[in-house]
């Protein structure tokens, strides 16, 4: 099983190579021009995939040292994402197959974010399992019972929490994306200098749409008084933002493990890559007797590699894909 998995959802490039469920390359390139307009522009998104999808393709299989060949099975991002940007390693991935007649494999880009647990052999969570999946689009709580078998069990009702930390990183005029940056701040802040309220909403369920909003009437009223506001208490500000959207997270997913009596606690997407969310997870699993997974660095922000691990379950059973597939944004 020679796998060539492509992600192109949203503003990464990426392609892996996968033998017999080992990674054996994965290239991502993160597109920088959306940095100057504070956000993802689709339209520049999906033209410089169609750049960058052929350079990288190429680099995958040369790190892998596979020739095109030796492919037996090609793996892509049907959805969810930005259809412009789908489109790109859809129609790429259909291309490639048909031309070497090899089967097609679509993958759900959240589900790969989860089976991102199972690239190292030596971190795999035990079935069932519960995962904090938080990305720029999405947040979920999800209960996994074999790989291909998932339930999302809690999710939000409005803003994704990555969309949280981008949105007030914006407020405080970093550069997109501003979670990464709200992250370096925070470490040198105190994470209780500012109180935000907690929006609580019912069961599993999140929201986070309350707290952009008063973060933004927060800013609005201590700039009055004073316009170097953000300036001089910058990692206090992020710091306390962050503890908050982290709080609300860990809080549900403890009501979750309480409520499915599940001790096995993975976590997952762009927004795992926090370091305070990384330490106050590990902290809650010590008193809660969980055992926590955390993804490496690389496998946390979108990845190829986690697109095909989870081509790599769909291959062992025979879930194959036909030539009439189109993207799915909002699958
Ligand atoms: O999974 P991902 O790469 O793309 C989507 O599928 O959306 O997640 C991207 C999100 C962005 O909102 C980004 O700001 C956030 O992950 N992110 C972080 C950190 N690194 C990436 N948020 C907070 N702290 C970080 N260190
Ligand atoms: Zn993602």
Same mark, same amino acid.
């Given at each position: 099983?020679?796998?060539?998995?492509?992600?192109?959802?949203?503003?990464?490039?990426?392609?892996?190579? #996968?033998?017999?469920?080992?990674?054996?390359?994965?290239?991502?390139?993160?597109?920088?021009?959306?940095?100057?307009?504070?956000?993802?522009?689709?339209?520049?998104?999906?033209?410089? %995939?169609?750049?960058?999808?052929?350079?990288?393709?190429?680099?995958?299989?040369?790190?892998?040292?596979?020739?095109?060949?030796?492919?037996?099975?090609?793996?892509?991002?049907?959805?969810?994402?930005?259809?412009?940007?789908?489109?790109?390693?859809?129609?790429?991935?259909?291309?490639?197959?048909?031309? *070497?007649?090899?089967?097609?494999?679509?993958?759900?880009?959240? @589900?790969?974010?989860?089976?991102? %647990? $199972?690239?190292?052999?030596?971190?795999?969570?035990?079935?069932?399992?519960? #995962?904090?999946?938080?990305?720029?689009?999405?947040?979920?709580?999800?209960?996994?019972? /074999?790989? *291909?078998?998932?339930?999302?069990?809690?999710?939000?009702?409005?803003?994704?929490?990555?969309?949280? $930390?981008?949105?007030?990183?914006?407020?405080?005029?970093?550069?997109?994306?501003?979670?990464?940056?709200?992250?370096?701040?925070?470490? @040198?802040?105190?994470?209780?200098?500012?109180?935000?309220?907690?929006?609580?909403?019912?069961?599993?369920?999140?929201?986070?749409?309350?707290?952009?909003?008063?973060?933004?009437?927060?800013?609005? /009223?201590?700039?009055?008084?004073?316009?170097?506001?953000?300036?001089?208490?910058?990692?206090?500000? #992020?710091?306390?933002?962050?503890?908050?959207?982290?709080?609300?997270?860990?809080?549900?997913?403890?009501?979750?493990?309480?409520?499915?009596?599940?001790?096995?606690?993975?976590?997952?997407?762009?927004?795992?890559?926090?370091?305070?969310?990384?330490?106050?997870?590990?902290?809650?699993?010590?008193?809660?007797?969980?055992?926590?997974?955390?993804?490496?660095?690389?496998? #946390?922000?979108?990845?190829?590699?986690?697109?095909?691990?989870?081509?790599?379950?769909?291959?062992?059973?025979?879930?194959?894909?036909?030539?009439?597939?189109?993207?799915?944004?909002?699958?």
């Amino acid at each position: 099983m020679t796998i060539l998995a492509i992600e192109s959802s949203c503003d990464e490039t990426s392609a892996a190579v #996968c033998v017999n469920g080992k990674i054996q390359s994965n290239v991502v390139a993160t597109q920088l021009i959306h940095e100057q307009y504070g956000g993802v522009v689709p339209e520049l998104a999906s033209r410089v %995939h169609q750049q960058r999808i052929v350079p990288v393709v190429e680099r995958a299989l040369h790190e892998a040292n596979i020739q095109k060949n030796a492919l037996t099975a090609v793996a892509f991002t049907r959805g969810p994402g930005l259809l412009g940007s789908l489109l790109v390693g859809t129609s790429f991935a259909k291309a490639l197959a048909l031309a *070497l007649d090899i089967p097609l494999i679509e993958v759900h880009h959240m @589900q790969a974010h989860v089976l991102a %647990h $199972f690239i190292d052999e030596q971190t795999i969570p035990q079935f069932p399992f519960l #995962c904090l999946t938080v990305s720029g689009g999405h947040t979920q709580i999800v209960l996994i019972r /074999d790989h *291909l078998d998932m339930e999302i069990i809690g999710q939000t009702q409005d803003d994704a929490v990555g969309e949280a $930390f981008d949105k007030t990183a914006k407020l405080l005029n970093l550069p997109y994306p501003g979670g990464p940056l709200i992250d370096r701040y925070a470490q @040198q802040g105190n994470p209780l200098a500012y109180p935000f309220p907690e929006v609580e909403m019912p069961g599993l369920d999140f929201s986070f749409s309350g707290i952009k909003t008063a973060f933004l009437y927060f800013l609005r /009223d201590r700039m009055k008084a004073n316009p170097d506001f953000i300036e001089q208490n910058l990692p206090d500000i #992020c710091a306390s933002i962050q503890h908050t959207l982290i709080k609300i997270l860990l809080t549900k997913l403890r009501r979750a493990a309480r409520q499915t009596g599940i001790r096995e606690i993975a976590l997952a997407g762009g927004v795992s890559a926090n370091s305070g969310l990384r330490a106050s997870l590990a902290d809650l699993g010590r008193q809660e007797g969980w055992n926590v997974y955390i993804p490496k660095f690389e496998y #946390c922000t979108d990845n190829a590699a986690m697109i095909a691990m989870a081509a790599h379950f769909k291959y062992l059973k025979g879930e194959f894909t036909s030539q009439e597939v189109s993207p799915l944004p909002r699958w």
